[in-house]
């Protein structure tokens, strides 16, 4: 398990590469398999795998404060500190199919563009507060076309930042230790440990 999200592929043989997606597919089936391209990474298949990585640094910028307005750092790091702009870019791009690329890449120009058009700047130059505001109305958006779209239709691409936000942090080393309690497997079985209201889960 790594302690960031790298943007760039590794070689299938490398270890940590592995490990990292062998992380992601266990984070997945937790989640009951219920996001984008969750088809593709339960299979371990790689269903993006003749999409170009066409994600800029600025995009990747981009999504490094968007994931780090969904999660922000607190006592512990936010989203941006695992990497999760690399980390979105290197899913939508290994594992989504190519509608769905599509329309992610359209939607990091339409929040920057939602932006414009509210604050008068990009998403990136806004501040703590405006961010908050833009993105709680792209996420009012979202479920909204969740609600009246078909099976067929793909997702909005927010909800999508949304998901991979999720997956990307709880998958990297600073939310399996910090924003849960981690406890290794294999280990001595507890039975009938105590909880006090408020306490994060334990991730194994």
Known sequence: ???????????????????????????????GGAFVAS???????????????????????????VGETIIPSSDIPG????????????MVTECYEARDHAVFK?????????SRLRF?????????AERIALATD???????????KSKSEPAHYFRMVKELTILGYFSSEIGCTQAVRYI???GAFHA????????????S
């Not at 008068?120 to 703590?128: I, L, R, W």
Request: proline share 4%; charged share 25%; no cysteine.
């Open 1 to 31: 398990m790594t302690g960031s999200n790298e943007g760039s592929r590794p070689s299938e043989s490398d270890a940590a590469w592995i490990s990292r997606r062998e992380a992601v597919r266990r984070i997945a089936l937790l989640m």
């Open 39 to 65: 088809g593709a990474i339960l299979r371990g298949a790689n269903a993006g795998l003749g999409s170009p990585d066409d994600f800029s640094q600025a995009d990747r910028a981009l999504l490094d404060e």
């Open 79 to 90: 989203a941006k500190a695992v990497g999760i702009g690399g980390f979105m870019a290197m």
């Open 106 to 114: 359209k939607g990091l120009a339409a929040i920057d563009e939602a």
């Open 120 to 128: 008068g700047k990009v998403f990136v130059e806004a501040s703590a």
């Open 138 to 148: 792209l996420d009012a958006q979202q479920k909204a076309h969740q609600m009246r």
């Open 184 to 186: 290794e497997v294999p």
């Open 192 to 203: 009938d440990i105590p909880y006090k209201k408020g306490e994060p889960a334990w991730y």
